[in-house]
Nanobody
């Protein structure tokens, strides 16, 4: 069993900051990439930011310069520091991990967290 649990969402005024965390736990052998996606009401889920186990990052154009993704490999944790938040950043934010499980011959699989709500008021 593998679980991804997010925390840190909430309500913030425009221009404010939030920091999201996501911890992966369970029978994990290795984690490749981790990242964050978001889904606003009536819209498709979209990539926000990803980070590889080597530290390589990728950001959506809409968040470049405002959001920073980081990870602690020893803690199987990924973070998303969100600054200068805008109302259009409001969404449910989902943690994502590409990982392999102990004892599995499947290789890398994608796992999702349950999501955390971020609401930015104008």
């Amino acid at each position: 069993q593998v679980q991804l649990v997010e925390s840190g969402g909430g309500l913030v005024q425009a221009g404010g900051s939030l920091r999201l965390s996501c911890v992966a736990s369970g029978s994990i052998f290795s984690i490749n990439a981790m990242g964050w996606y978001r889904q606003a009401p009536g819209k498709q889920r979209e990539l926000v930011a990803t980070i590889t186990n080597g530290g390589g990052t990728n950001y959506a154009d809409s968040v470049k310069g405002r959001f920073t993704v980081s990870r602690d490999n020893a803690k199987n944790t990924v973070y998303l520091q969100m600054n200068s938040l805008k109302p259009e950043d409001s969404a449910v934010y989902y943690c994502n991990a590409l990982l392999s499980r102990r004892g599995s011959f499947i290789g890398y699989e994608t796992y999702w967290g349950q999501g955390t709500q971020v609401t930015v008021s104008s």
